[in-house]
């Protein structure tokens, strides 16, 4: 789920430095994608992979990752599609939601797509 990174010229090895590598306003929009999806899945792997903050719950749960314009939130095909409703305010791609960096961080949303994927992760093993 690689993608154009702001945060730093080198990957970041951990989440807490990839936060702070980023620009000091944008900070705090990721701490919350980061507290949103740790409140969820407060047993979720917490780790970096494609140079994101990555999370895995039996299988890959998601990743999330500062770009130009906005927070990428990468979850699996199958809960983007299932919740395609949801997410019509939203730019959205096959495995993507942009958060935009001009709005306030979707903090419900997040948890709930968030948890849909962790329930197709037990399904699945």
Do not use: C, Q
């Amino acid at each position: 789920m690689p993608g154009r990174r702001l945060s730093a010229e080198k990957p970041s090895k951990s989440v807490d430095a990839y936060i702070s590598a980023t620009p000091e306003g944008i900070r705090p929009k990721l701490k919350e994608v980061r507290a949103a999806i740790r409140e969820v899945a407060p047993m979720a792997a917490e780790s970096i992979s494609y140079g994101m903050p990555y999370y895995s719950y039996r299988g890959r749960l998601a990743w999330f990752g500062l770009h130009r314009t906005h927070i990428g939130l990468y979850l699996r095909p199958p809960v983007i599609e299932e919740h395609r409703r949801e997410l019509a305010g939203y730019e959205v791609t096959k495995s993507a939601v942009h958060l935009s960096l001009d709005k306030k961080i979707p903090v419900t949303l997040i948890k709930k797509l968030v948890r849909a994927r962790m329930k197709m992760n037990e399904a699945e093993r």
